[in-house]
C-alpha cells in the first residue's frame, strides 16, 4: 500500500518499498525530492523527513574539452543533483567529465542505443529525453505520461518505457525511430509497479516490480508471466550477463545491505548472490559482460556506483563516487560495453 499525500509536490511512502522518484502535480511539471525513509527495527514502520524541493528541468550542462568521442563513457543519473553525469571508463573513481541538466527533471533510469545516443527518464516530468553522444542537449523526446522511471532500447531500435507510482502503471513501447506508441502493457495484472526493464536475446521482456516479482512478456503480448523469482524484497536493476542467466538488484529494505542476485535460466531459486552496498538500483554490464556497474542511491547517505568483476567472482573491484549523491540510473557508451 502507498499513501500520496495530496500536498502539491511530494509523495509519502508508509509500507513495504521506497520510491525511486515520485512525481506530484504543483502545476510547473516538477516535483520535490523522495523522502528521506528509516525503518523502525522494533515496529517495522517507515518514517521520514520530507525536503520540498522542486526539481525543475533545467536548461545548461557542459563537457570536458578534452573528452574525444571514442571515449568509454560511463553515465549515472543522479536525482539529487537533478542531472547525469559522465565519467571515464576504467579509471579508478574518477572526477566527471561533464554534466548533462538540460531538460532533465528528476533523473530515474537510462538507457542506450547502439549508436550511443542516451535515453533519460525524467521521472518529474512526462518525458523521455534523448541526447547524442558527448552532446547536452536532447535531440529527441518522447511524452508516455506521468513518471516514467526506466527506459530500455533493443537492439532494433525499438524503445521501452516504464511508468510507476502515478499515472498509467504500464510499460509503453514505441516502433523504432518513431515516438509514436504502438503498444501499452497495462501492469495492473502484476500488482506491483515498475522499476526496471531488460530484455534477452529473444527480445523477451522482462520487468522488476514493486510486489518482490519479476514478470516476463513475450514480444508483441500484453500478459505476462510471473516468473516466481524466490529470494527477493524489493528487486529494483535487472539484466543478463554472458551466460544467459538473470540478474538481479535486490533491495532489502534495511537500509544497510542490498545483494545482487544470479538466477539460471529456467530456475527460480538464486545460484549466486552477493553484497551490492545499502541500496542498489540499476545495474548494467561493460566491456562484453566482464564488469558490471551498480548504481547504488542510499537514501539517507551519500551514494556511488559500484563496480564488479566476473573474473574475481564479482568481486568488488571499483567505485565512482565524485560527484554523486544519490545516483539511480547507470548506462555505459557502446565503446564501454
Known amino acids: 500500500m502507498v499513501f500520496r499525500s495530496r500536498l502539491p509536490g511530494f509523495c509519502v511512502a508508509l509500507a513495504t518499498f521506497v ?12 516535483a520535490s525530492n523522495p523522502p528521506q525513509l528509516r ?35 560511463v553515465y549515472v543519473s543522479d536525482q539529487d543533483s537533478n542531472a547525469v553525469e559522465i565519467y571515464k571508463a576504467g579509471v579508478s573513481n574518477p572526477q566527471p567529465i561533464g554534466q548533462i541538466t538540460n531538460g532533465i527533471s528528476t533523473p530515474d533510469g537510462l538507457g542506450m542505443d547502439k ?5 533519460v527518464s525524467n521521472a518529474a516530468a ?60 497495462q501492469l495492473s495484472q502484476t500488482g506491483g509497479s515498475p522499476m526496471d526493464l531488460a530484455l534477452d536475446s529473444s527480445d523477451n521482456l522482462y520487468v522488476t516490480l514493486t510486489n518482490a516479482t519479476v514478470y516476463e512478456f513475450q514480444p508483441g503480448q500484453t500478459t505476462g508471466t510471473n516468473l516466481g523469482l524466490a529470494g527477493l524484497t524489493n528487486p529494483r536493476g535487472i539484466g543478463f550477463d554472458e551466460k544467459g542467466d538473470l540478474v538481479v538488484a535486490n533491495d532489502t529494505l534495511n537500509f544497510v545491505q542490498g545483494y545482487i542476485q544470479i538466477y539460471p535460466p529456467g530456475q527460480t531459486q538464486y ?7 545499502p541500496q542498489p538500483f540499476e545495474l548494467t554490464f561493460g566491456r ?22 566476473a573474473e574475481r567472482g564479482w568481486k568488488q573491484t571499483g567505485t565512482i563516487s565524485q560527484g554523486l549523491l544519490q545516483p539511480l540510473g547507470v548506462a555505459l557508451s557502446p565503446k564501454s560495453l
Open 19 to 30: 520510491l525511486p522518484a515520485c512525481a506530484g502535480q504543483n502545476g510547473l511539471g516538477g
Open 126 to 185: 512526462t518525458t523521455v529525453t534523448v541526447y547524442h553522444p558527448l552532446k547536452t542537449t536532447p535531440f529527441e523526446t518522447y511524452t508516455p505520461g506521468q513518471n516514467p522511471v526506466n527506459v530500455i532500447v533493443g537492439a532494433d531500435d525499438r524503445v521501452y518505457i516504464a511508468q510507476g507510482f502515478e499515472g498509467c502503471i504500464c510499460i509503453t513501447e514505441y516502433p523504432p525511430h518513431s515516438t509514436t506508441p504502438d503498444l501499452t502493457i
Open 115 to 119: 549508436r550511443g545516443n542516451l535515453y
Open 39 to 73: 525503518i523502525d527495527n522494533v515496529t517495522g514502520v517507515a518514517t521520514q523527513s520530507i525536503v520540498t524541493k522542486l526539481n525543475l528541468p533545467r536548461t545548461d550542462g557542459w563537457i570536458s574539452p578534452d573528452v574525444g568521442r571514442n571515449e568509454r563513457l
Open 288 to 309: 562484453r559482460d566482464k564488469f558490471m556497474y551498480v548504481a547504488d542511491v542510499s537514501y539517507g547517505s551519500t551514494g556511488y556506483v559500484a563496480i564488479f568483476r
Open 271 to 277: 545460484s549466486k548472490q552477493f553484497s551490492a552496498g
